[in-house]
């Protein structure tokens, strides 16, 4: 399924966080915080012109931000740009 987000908008998907510590020991599944770093999967055509961000990019977003969505069963972000706090490089 193909998602195109609108207005100031895109679509990422968050980065999987460690099953484990460095040291080894297993952190279970409810102790684990959401990342808050993903992959950009969508961008709207409007920051597409303007060319602030494109598809791939890493990006780094504020904790309580975003609408969580399921496209073919995977879990997605849809991020206002001003949720956006960086790319990383």
Request: hydrophobic share 40%; no cysteine.
């Amino acid at each position: 399924m193909k998602f195109t987000p609108l207005g100031q908008r895109v679509l990422v998907k968050r980065e999987e966080e460690a099953a484990k510590t460095a040291s080894g020991i297993i952190i279970p599944d409810n102790a684990k915080e959401k990342p808050l770093m993903g992959i950009v999967k969508s961008v709207s055509k409007e920051l597409t012109d303007e060319g602030k961000l494109k598809n791939d990019d890493r990006v780094v977003f504020a904790k309580y931000s975003g609408t969580e969505i399921t496209l073919d069963g995977e879990q997605y972000l849809v991020l206002n740009i001003d949720d956006i706090l960086g790319v990383l490089a």
